[in-house]
T-cell receptor, first 112, second 116 residues
Framework: GEDVEQSLFLSVREGDSSVINCTYT??????LYWYKQEPGAGLQLLTY?????DMKQDQRLTVLLNKKDKHLSLRIADTQTGDSAIYFC????????????FGAGTRLFVKA | EAQVTQNPRYLITVTGKKLTVTCSQN?????MSWYRQDPGLGLRQIYY???????DKGDVPEGYKVSRKEKRNFPLILESPSPNQTSLYFC???????????????FGPGTRLLVL
């Protein structure tokens, strides 16, 4: 069935790059998303990528997609303390109804 | 301001007492959805709706009901809440592409529910 997996924790120093990884199972997925959740808040869309793209860059954010391995990553350049949050990977498969499948989330800690 | 609102934001109730969590969006979105968030499990989809009077089950629909009588509202109903429904609930909405897939979702602020 559909599944999205992410590591649960990542710790980086302020100013370094963060790389958050995700694997998904449904090859029919057309859209793949990264959401950010700050403490006590709902989810906020950070970026998304179409499955026919390999890479998308948006300011400090770079998304890489390896469709063969079903691997998605989010790189945050020059990580700041304000980037501390939970980051969710999600896929929107074409099969199995119009659902969105979320990973468990990666909690990013940024040390000053 | 474009937004998704949920009420109440916090709720403590007892087992078996029916409750409704409301969700409303002002963006004329076709697609609306309910999720629950539990530690270590991320977000799991409860129900979703493609349009008025069109609803379908997500991954964890047991113990929940929904209705979509109007485009802007998508209430979540717990007919007989149980302690395992203690969770953080999010409503979301999005427009639909011509392909029928939803675009990126806009999330409400969340409703924290405790069932004793």
């Amino acid at each position: 069935g559909e599944d999205v997996e992410q590591s649960l924790f990542l710790s980086v120093r302020e100013g370094d790059s963060s790389v958050i990884n995700c694997t998904y199972t449904d090859s029919s997925s057309t859209y793949l998303y990264w959401y950010k959740q700050e403490p006590g808040a709902g989810l906020q869309l950070l970026t998304y990528i179409f499955s026919n793209m390999d890479m998308k860059q948006d300011q400090r954010l770079t998304v890489l997609l390896n469709k063969k391995d079903k691997h998605l990553s989010l790189r945050i350049a020059d990580t700041q303390t304000g980037d501390s949050a939970i980051y969710f990977c999600a896929e929107s498969p074409l099969t199995g109804g119009f659902k969105t499948i979320f990973g468990a989330g990666t909690r990013l800690f940024v040390k000053a | 301001e474009a937004q998704v609102t949920q009420n109440p934001r916090y709720l403590i109730t007892v087992t078996g007492k029916k409750l409704t969590v409301t969700c409303s969006q002002n963006m004329n979105h076709e697609y609306m959805s309910w999720y629950r968030q539990d530690p270590g499990l991320g977000l799991r989809q409860i129900y979703y709706s493609m349009n008025v009077e069109v609803t379908d089950k997500g991954d964890v629909p047991e113990g929940y009901k929904v209705s979509r009588k109007e485009k802007r509202n998508f209430p979540l109903i717990l007919e007989s809440p149980s302690p395992n429904q203690t969770s953080l609930y999010f409503c979301a909405s999005s427009p639909l592409y011509q392909t029928g897939q939803q675009e990126t979702q806009y999330f409400g602020p969340g409703t924290r529910l405790l069932v004793l």
